[in-house]
């Protein structure tokens, strides 16, 4: 399959708290700058004929009524927890919109949590304007949603197992803070590269500020993109001038074309 061109849109690039943070006075939280305000991380990638959103956090709804969009063709998850999950239920929009079920992608782990989360979902007596979804099952094998060709690539956010994907030539990580050199291979020399960088200070799950910049050295992408960002790794504009010159901090509604 030829790879198609690709539209990345950055929905939010937040941590689990967002930026600001509930009752926190530190510059970050206090800036004015619309790049630190940050939602919870999601992305959506699409080619001219295919739309999917990578996890689904707290504020899709509001990701997608500020991203306009009218259409989603499938969701993938990277993981089970709530900042990636929550906001499951609008996908009932699209039910509505489409007329028909919404493709979820996620590892036999992650369908055990959101069916906890969302058990209503799957009931056997449904109750009317549920969301509809049809759910498969991601391995380690590649797979495709349309013409869009994805690939699965094995992370740890501590000791959790994390899906990180790789689509045609972009390549995206988040909640992760190891890679084994086997699945590193996987993302080697994309042409963008997504990588978490939760603060500058060691985390038990998440790359630190330095450790993704290693990382993106080490992958030796033709540009790359911080995410996952907490309030406290520091000001956008001032965390931008320590970055080599094709590493940028991702902010929320930033588009990419690759």
């Known amino acids: 399959m030829k790879t198609p061109d690709l539209k990345v849109t950055f929905l939010g690039t937040g941590t689990s708290q967002g930026v600001p943070v509930i009752g926190c006075r530190c510059e970050v939280c206090r800036s004015k700058n619309p790049k630190d305000k940050r939602l919870r991380t999601s992305v959506m990638v699409e080619?001219?004929?295919?739309?999917?959103?990578?996890?689904?956090?707290?504020?899709?709804?509001?990701?997608?009524?500020?991203?306009?969009?009218?259409?989603?063709?499938?969701?993938?998850?990277?993981?089970?927890?709530?900042?990636?999950?929550?906001?499951?239920?609008?996908?009932?929009?699209?039910?509505?919109?489409?007329?028909?079920k919404i493709p979820v992608y996620a590892t036999t782990r992650v369908q055990e949590a959101i069916k906890r989360e969302f058990a209503y979902i799957f009931s056997e007596e449904k109750y009317p304007g549920i969301p509809?979804?049809?759910?498969?099952?991601?391995?380690?094998?590649?797979?495709?949603?349309?013409?869009?060709?994805?690939?699965p690539?094995?992370?740890?956010?501590?000791?959790?197992?994390?899906?990180?994907?790789?689509?045609?030539?972009?390549?995206?990580?988040?909640?992760?803070?190891?890679?084994?050199?086997?699945?590193?291979?996987?993302?080697?020399?994309?042409?963008?590269?997504?990588?978490?960088?939760?603060?500058?200070?060691?985390?038990?799950s998440h790359f630190t500020f330095q450790q993704a910049l290693d990382l993106i050295k080490e992958l030796n992408p033709q540009k790359a993109y911080l995410t996952h960002i907490s309030h406290q790794l520091g000001l956008h504009e001032q965390v931008s001038k320590e970055l080599p010159s094709n590493v940028e901090l991702a902010f929320d509604r930033l588009q990419i074309i690759l």
């Open 47 to 100: 080619s001219s004929a295919t739309r999917v959103v990578i996890d689904t956090g707290p504020d899709f709804r509001q990701q997608l009524l500020v991203a306009g969009t009218d259409r989603l063709d499938a969701v993938i998850f990277t993981h089970e927890h709530k900042d990636h999950i929550a906001g499951l239920d609008e996908v009932r929009a699209f039910n509505f919109i489409q007329k028909r």
């Open 132 to 151: 509809e979804i049809e759910v498969f099952t991601i391995g380690s094998d590649p797979f495709c949603i349309g013409d869009l060709s994805i690939t």
């Open 153 to 204: 690539v094995d992370v740890l956010h501590y000791q959790m197992p994390v899906k990180a994907f790789r689509i045609g030539d972009f390549s995206y990580v988040t909640d992760a803070n190891f890679i084994s050199d086997t699945e590193k291979q996987k993302l080697r020399n994309s042409t963008v590269l997504v990588v978490n960088a939760l603060r500058r200070e060691e985390h038990i």
